[in-house]
């Protein structure tokens, strides 16, 4: 079992950045992808992006390409995404995510059996 934490969400104005943490305890997760998810109010967990094992790799919804880098450094068993030009439509609830041993970065949240519990994010204009 692995456990995620998320951190560094928080307000923030439209144009700003935010650097968001996910770290990982229990099960080493260097050998394992994990993704972003965010969740806006009143809607369904959104895929954002997701990185695989060794961070060769990495897989962006069209939303946020060009604004948000997900990033891994294994030795510290963190995830980060860095957030650039926020925008309102950015405001949501945050989450990383663990896919179960040996499966790969998915881009829909049943592809995920771990979850963190999560850090909002509010953009304001």
């Known amino acids: 079992q692995v456990q995620l934490e998320e951190s560094g969400g928080g307000p923030v104005q439209a144009g700003d950045s935010l650097r968001l943490s996910c770290l990982s305890t229990?099960?080493?997760?260097?050998?394992?992808?994990l993704g972003w998810f965010r969740q806006p109010p009143g809607k369904e967990h959104e895929f954002i992006t997701a990185?695989?094992?060794?961070?060769?790799?990495?897989y962006y919804a069209d939303s946020v390409k060009g604004r948000f880098t997900i990033s891994r450094d294994n030795a510290k068993n963190t995830v980060l995404l860095q957030m650039n030009s926020l925008k309102p439509e950015d405001t949501a609830v945050y989450y990383c995510?663990?896919?179960?041993?040996?499966?790969?970065?998915?881009?829909?949240?049943?592809?995920?059996?771990?979850w963190g519990q999560g850090t909002q994010v509010t953009v304001s204009s």
């Open positions: 995510a663990a896919p179960a041993p040996g499966r790969g970065p998915g881009r829909v949240a049943r592809d995920y059996d771990n």
């Open positions: 990185i695989n094992f060794n961070g060769e790799n990495t």
């Open positions: 229990g099960r080493s997760v260097s050998t394992s992808a």
